[in-house]
């Protein structure tokens, strides 16, 4: 479930644009094994410019390239390898890299995905015991930032695409 949640917030959830400036970056806290994710450009007009961003209109792979548990990156290690493409058809295949733990139980999963423009939001398997809704902190061609929960816990990732 971590992983299923990680890689959605990463491209849930997918990356945001960078402007270039240093606010932008993930910034490092006192302890190294914190990390705190910020907001960074939505780039996306529309729903349409949204979900465009999201899948290029041809399907597009987000890789994670941070991941964090309330500020914590204890499980970043083994989330680093996870990979979700967005199709257009509004479907998603997730690839788990190495198992973070019991709740990471399966390598590949299957589902759909639509976005909110309005709320900023990337939700996966709408109307399914397994919905998870996340907010995009970040969209861009090639960066996609995303913000959840898990447990009462804040999520955030940073995903990018190839």
Excluded: H
């Excluded at 295949?93 to 709740?103: K, Q, S």
């Amino acid at each position: 479930m971590k992983k299923y949640l990680s890689l959605i917030l990463g491209i849930a959830v997918l990356s945001t644009g960078c402007n270039g400036s240093e606010e932008d970056e993930p910034s490092n806290s006192s302890s190294s094994k914190e990390l705190n994710i910020e907001a960074a450009a939505f780039l996306a007009t529309d729903s349409t410019s949204m979900k465009n961003l999201i899948d290029a209109g041809v399907g597009k792979t987000w890789s994670t390239l941070a991941f964090t548990l309330a500020g914590s990156t204890a499980f970043q290690s083994c989330r680093l390898d996870d990979e979700m493409e967005f199709n257009t058809d509004g479907t998603y295949t997730f690839r788990a890299g190495e198992t973070c733990g019991a709740e990471d139980n399966q390598e590949v999963r299957v589902g759909t995905w639509e976005v909110n423009f309005q709320n900023e939001t990337c939700i996966f398997d709408k109307g399914s015991s397994r919905e998870i809704t996340a907010t995009v902190i970040g969209l861009s061609e090639d960066e996609f930032r995303l913000s959840g929960s898990y447990m009462m816990m804040e999520v955030r990732g940073i995903f990018t695409s190839n």
